[in-house]
């Protein structure tokens, strides 16, 4: 089992849509997560990121976060053309004096117009 | 301000070969995280280098290597190359090492092995 899991898609959504990306994850010792977005070609842009449990919002977009059930969502409304791309959840390891991050497998997202 | 930089952006390799990849942190931020993401995976961790040193280390073989400068930027050696070794290598940067932090990423350099 990956310590992350996340549906690759793709997902194709017309615009306007609301759309919800979701990952599970298995160490219940991750602390901090992210979402990435990834345009082909280029590397991962950083979305939003937080600690805790609950919901953290930055314009249309809201992370979610319930450690108790280790899942995680991205929740983007009024989706746009612009929006079309590879959507990364990631979650912070520390171990002794270093930092990774673990990555799902990232789900691909197609909004047309 | 600059984000992270990486080059070459592509680089063509047969097996065997060495190759060396380069990364510019962003001002400021002092740690930097290589990482090989391969098509339709998310990235996978390297290493992280903090003040000019190694402090993590993912599971890759020997035949990769890294440093970091006095400047912050960072090289990236594979030797032997092999087939396998085909991916997008991507530099990221933080302001420490070891700390919950956000990590952030260049657009990485895209190696072909033939």
């Known amino acids: 089992q990956k310590e992350v899991e996340q549906d690759p898609g793709p997902l194709s959504v017309p615009e306007g849509a609301i759309v919800s990306l979701n990952c599970t994850y298995s160490?219940?010792?991750?602390?901090?997560f992210m979402w990435y977005r990834q345009y082909s070609r280029k590397g991962p842009e950083l979305l939003m990121y937080t600690y805790s449990s609950g919901n953290k919002e930055d314009g249309r977009f809201t992370a979610q976060v319930d450690k108790s059930s280790k899942y995680i969502s991205l929740f983007i409304r009024d989706s746009q053309p612009s929006d079309s791309a590879t959507y990364l959840c990631a979650m912070s390891e520390i171990r002794g004096g270093y930092n990774k991050l673990i990555f799902g497998a990232g789900t691909r997202l197609a909004v047309h117009p | 301000d600059a984000g992270v930089t990486q080059s070459p952006t592509h680089l063509i390799k047969t097996r065997g070969q060495h190759v060396t990849l380069r990364c510019s942190p962003i001002s400021g931020h002092k740690s930097v995280s290589w990482y090989q993401q391969v098509l339709g995976q998310g990235p996978q961790f390297i290493f992280q280098?903090?003040?000019?040193?190694?402090?993590g280390r993912g599971n890759f073989p020997d035949r990769f290597s890294a440093r970091q400068f006095p400047n912050y930027s960072s090289e990236l050696n594979v030797n032997a190359l092999l087939l396998g070794d085909s991916a997008l290598y991507l530099c990221?940067?933080?302001?420490?090492?070891?700390?919950?932090?956000?990590?952030?990423f260049g657009d990485g350099t895209r190696l072909s092995i033939l």
């Open positions: 160490n219940s010792a991750f602390q901090y």
């Open positions: 280098y903090y003040e000019k040193e190694e402090r």
């Open positions: 990221a940067s933080s302001l420490v090492a070891g700390a919950n932090q956000p990590q952030h």
